[in-house]
């Protein structure tokens, strides 16, 4: 098929249509002043909120056992006043955004607005990006603390035992476990001088439980060194020396199932955190297009009033 000019046509006796010699409009459907304006009080406003939201969450929260409210209770307020914050900034920045742009003109109802709502998301994008800016490290953190946990717990202790098991210098938690081992059981010999050997057999100890902690569990060859070592040096019988070690290493696997009941509780609370963040988002981001189309009808609206009087 052949295309033939307008002005072929218009030669001709032929009308155009309108649609066909309509000039294309230079200027951008997108209004960045308002939207510049929408996004500084939208972040503005989040700003004040979360400073309000860490006071009020300080005064809930106490060091004092029973005196504070519980995790969950914290937790939930936490998520609530997330979404409060996104509700109220996105919905401020999103109805500025419309009510302080320009009238358009030429433009059918349906495009204006999508057009108000676009300035709208596109405000509260803004906004999220300034917010995000500020308190990036501290989300990061936050988001980041869960997942660093549960990796340490996972890989476990063994790259900090190989590293120390050599080390003459042996950590506070340790220390005080190979002490509860070779306790005399007269208190009288604790104040006899130490030897190298009884040295070295602390040493030999330390090592032990701290493969134990590495590997999750003690060998049987292991197991039956620390009850010869413990019966050497404190006097006890092979059955006392067994009992102790038994009660020690307990001790031990309770320490682990704690730190890893920690660590699971920090990855749980860091996901809760994640998904109510991205919840408060999606919620603002629709309050802000919807407020940047009310903004917008708004505007229009009032002005048309103002004309007819």
Avoid: C
Wanted: hydrophobic residues 50%; negative net charge; without cysteine.
């Amino acid at each position: 098929m052949t295309l033939v000019p307008d002005e072929t046509l218009a030669a001709q006796g032929i009308a155009t249509s309108p649609a066909s010699s309509a000039p294309e409009s230079t200027a951008s459907a997108i209004n960045w002043g308002p939207i510049l304006a929408g996004a500084a009080a939208a972040a503005g406003i989040t700003l004040v909120l979360m400073l309000l939201g860490s006071g009020l969450g300080l005064t809930m929260v106490s060091p004092w056992p029973s005196a504070g409210v519980t995790i969950t209770t914290f937790a939930a307020s936490t998520a609530v006043w997330l979404v409060i914050v996104q509700w109220l900034s996105a919905a401020v920045g999103g109805y500025l955004t419309g009510r302080l742009r320009t009238k358009w003109v030429g433009i059918h109802t349906d495009e204006t607005f999508f057009r108000d709502t676009a300035h709208g998301f596109l405000a509260w994008a803004l906004a999220t990006l300034l917010v995000a800016g500020v308190l990036g490290s501290v989300l990061s953190a936050a988001v980041g603390s869960g997942v660093q946990a549960a990796s340490n717990v996972a890989s476990g202790a063994a790259a900090a035992a190989t590293a120390n098991a050599d080390s003459p210098a042996v950590d506070t938690a340790t220390s005080y476990l190979v002490d509860t081992l070779f306790r005399p059981s007269d208190p009288a010999r604790v104040a006899a001088p130490g030897t190298a050997e009884s040295d070295q057999a602390a040493l030999q100890a330390s090592r032990i439980l701290l493969a134990s902690a590495a590997t999750n569990e003690v060998p049987a060859e292991d197991r039956t060194y620390l009850v010869q070592l413990v019966a050497a040096r404190t006097g006890l019988s092979e059955a006392d020396a067994q009992a102790r070690v038994d009660a020690v290493l307990t001790r031990i696997d309770e320490a682990k199932a704690t730190a890893q009941q920690a660590a699971d509780t920090a990855r749980k609370a860091s996901a809760t955190f994640a998904l109510v963040g991205a919840l408060s988002l999606a919620i603002g981001a629709f309050i802000a297009s919807a407020a940047g189309a009310l903004g917008g009808w708004q505007r229009d609206d009032d002005e048309v009033r103002y004309l007819s009087r």
